[in-house]
């Protein structure tokens, strides 16, 4: 059964999509069915910019196992980056931005 | 049973809730006969390549069918980035898919190839809301739940403004004939809650059928997921055809009659 049940979270950062990148602020997660995959249910995110609307979204279907192991890897890739390069101040969407 | 291999479908416009003109897949054969119609209520991916191929399959089999686009307020996008969109807002409220529903059965009585009689099907969050118009709209002479899960609400927090009431709770308005199609392996609608909707139905004297099918889980019918089970969905497509071939036939005697 599709489900209503999404988590959203805020974040700051860009994607590339279909008209190339964009500033995203926010991610949807959810566990359902998919669109595009053949699995019965992937874990789903869609990378949107609500402060601009919300229409354009770089979206990805996961297999749970997969989506898993993501975590995993992200959360590998952040210990060992922040190790050689340091813990960086907390990002801001409102920050200004510095031309050198 | 009767193959229509001439079949027209197309994009159509609507009128849905509170009047608002939207778009529809309409697929009839071709001739000049009269045809039953059939509302196919989407699931909550959105209006997809596979539901406007179930649309066109009614067709195949003899029937006027429209599928109403039932997100058609969030613009022209792809379907799925309109899903996505509609997910993140909480869905669509109760209220105006049965509007939708409602004006999409206007649609099909109004052509000139209509036999009078509409049924309704819904697919998942779809066959929730078909179990919803059975017992909310007048005028729907027969209505197929396949896999609707929530018709059953257990957590009462699951109830909220757009979906204020479980369908259950409405079980005793039910006005037409229903036929359910289910999964026993299903996690939504689960097997005994299926059981419990049953129960219902014939506590209330309703007429219903309902088909469980081992092996299968939630969209078996579905030709592009892993979920499809061939043998148990061709067996269900039977059902559903000799169910509306039954109901929706011009000479078909209306409930009340029985």
């Not at chain 1, 297999?63 to 192991?69: E, G, I, K, T, W």
């Not at chain 2, 199609?181 to 049953?198: K, L, M, S």
Request: proline share 5%; glycine share 10%; hydrophobic share 40%.
């Amino acid at each position: 059964m599709c489900s209503y049940i999404v988590e959203k979270t805020a974040l700051v950062g860009s994607a590339k999509g279909r008209k190339g990148w964009m500033r995203i602020d926010t991610a949807n997660v959810y566990f359902d069915h998919p669109y595009h995959s053949t699995l019965d249910h992937v874990l789903a995110i869609d990378f949107t910019n609500e402060g601009e609307g919300g229409r354009d979204r770089v979206a990805i279907e996961l297999s749970a196992d997969s989506a898993r192991a993501l975590v995993e890897r992200i959360l590998a890739a952040l210990a060992s980056g922040e190790l050689a390069h340091g813990k960086p101040a907390p990002a801001s969407a409102n920050a200004p931005v510095v031309v050198m | 049973m009767s193959h229509y291999r001439g079949l027209q479908g197309e994009p159509v416009m609507f009128r849905g809730h509170n009047g608002d003109q939207g778009e529809a897949y309409y697929a009839r054969p071709i001739g000049s006969g009269k045809y039953p119609g059939v509302v196919v209520i989407h699931h909550l991916p959105g209006w997809d390549e596979w539901i406007i191929e179930v649309v066109r399959k009614f067709a195949h089999h003899g029937y006027a069918a429209i599928s109403p686009h039932l997100y058609f307020r969030e613009g022209s996008d792809s379907p799925d980035d309109i899903g996505a969109r509609v997910r993140a807002a909480g869905g669509v409220a109760d209220a105006q898919i049965m509007g939708d529903v409602a004006g999409a059965m206007a649609y099909l009585r109004a052509q000139h190839n209509a036999n009078g009689k509409v049924g309704a099907i819904g697919f998942c969050s779809g066959g929730r809301h078909c179990y919803l118009a059975a017992c909310t709209l007048s005028g729907i002479d027969a209505a197929v739940d396949c896999w609707g899960g929530n018709v059953i609400v257990d957590n009462p927090k699951d109830l909220n403004d757009k979906r204020p009431v479980a369908p259950i709770d409405l079980t005793e308005k039910l006005s037409c004939p229903l036929l359910g199609i289910f999964g026993n392996d299903d996690v939504n609608p689960t097997a005994d809650q299926v059981n419990r909707t049953e129960a219902v139905l014939k506590r209330l004297g309703k007429n219903y059928e309902f088909h469980r099918y081992n092996g299968a889980g939630h969209a078996f019918f579905n030709t592009s997921r892993d979920a499809y089970r061939p043998e148990q969905a061709l067996d269900g497509w039977k059902k559903v055809f000799a169910f509306f071939e039954r109901r929706l036939a011009a000479s078909a005697t209306p409930i009340a009659a029985e």
